[in-house]
């Protein structure tokens, strides 16, 4: 596990530190035998299926002369540990050569060049899978609207196409959101809760009822599993043509998601972008859509993250 790019000779020079405080005879009594103040609030997202970014509330002792860094221990719940000494300024920290669907438990602690170490602060996390374009690699990621010849809704994650895909009301059980524009209103909702004459019993989705405004799937941090509230997670519809006009770049949401027949979720984020020119939808009608960004973890019941341990 790789916690950055390069490695300073950061440890070397903190041995040398330590050694020379030990062989100093002058220091008596007054040796400074502090311990660091504990960093807290530790945070994490997901960048794509093999990265995550940690972050964390610095130590009050930070700008202290004594101070030597971080150190950041792993233990993946398959079994894999790594630790490391990180300089201050490597926070947010990102950890790459991870695995989708391992869920990672991470311990921060301050440390002095006196060898002290604070207590930790702690998150578990899983990386997932990020689409920034629909299955075929090309096309952006698209919700068409209800009377569009193109598809209504589209599903998170195709496990044949290995990625997003729009999809027509015919594979309304296989559906992870619809987009209704009936009404003059624009709506994304659960398949479920759009009144469409699927051919069967249509996709099942819970989304959050938090709402991020105006950031980036990279910048939407989170201290606890995306289910640390299910009863947040029980709204099924987002108004979009609700939300104010000031909003320039778009929303995210979380969600969680399962077709038709399946009883296990699978959890994501999704970014829906604002159209520059105005309003959600973009192109004519009768296929106007609006376009999305989605991180998708494919392991069922992982939402990301458990509880941190406090």
């Known amino acids: 596990m790789n916690f950055r790019k390069t490695l300073p000779m950061f440890l070397l020079a903190l041995f040398a530190i330590i050694i020379a405080s030990c062989s100093d005879d002058t220091t008596g009594p007054e040796e400074d035998n502090r311990t660091p103040g504990k960093p807290d609030s530790a945070m994490a997202t997901t960048k794509n299926d093999s990265t995550i970014l940690l972050k964390w509330k610095a130590s009050i002792d930070e700008g202290d002369a004594a101070f030597a860094g971080y150190i950041v221990k792993m233990t993946g719940d398959d079994n894999t540990t790594a630790l490391d000494t990180i300089p201050a300024n490597y926070n947010p920290l990102q950890v790459t050569s991870l695995k989708n669907g391992v869920i990672y438990t991470f311990e921060v602690s301050a440390l002095f060049n006196n060898g002290n170490v604070s207590a930790s602060t702690h998150i578990s996390w899983s990386p997932a899978f990020r689409f920034t374009k629909s299955a075929d ?59 469409y004459n699927f051919n069967g019993t249509p996709g ?12 980036s799937l990279n910048d939407t941090y989170d201290s606890q599993a995306l289910n640390y509230d299910e009863e947040k997670l029980k709204t099924r519809k987002i108004t979009l043509s609700d939300f104010t006009s000031s909003i320039q770049n778009g929303i995210i949401f979380i969600l969680r998601t399962k077709e038709a027949g399946e009883n296990d979720f699978h959890y994501a984020k999704i970014l829906v972008k604002r159209n520059p020119n105005g309003g959600w939808l973009f192109g004519e009608e009768p296929n106007r859509y609006v376009e999305m960004e989605i991180s998708y973890q494919k392991k069922a019941n992982v939402p990301y993250a458990k509880y941190p341990i406090r």
């Open 204 to 215: 099942y989705t819970e989304i959050s009822e938090d709402i991020f405004v105006d950031i």
């Open 137 to 195: 690699g090309v096309s952006s990621i698209k919700l068409y609207e209800t009377r569009s010849d193109l598809g209504s809704g589209i599903d998170a994650y195709d496990e044949e196409a290995k990625g997003p895909k729009t999809l027509t009301v015919a594979n309304g059980e296989n559906w992870t959101l619809g987009l209704d524009t009936r009404n003059d209103k624009v709506i994304i909702a659960s398949p479920s809760e759009i009144d």
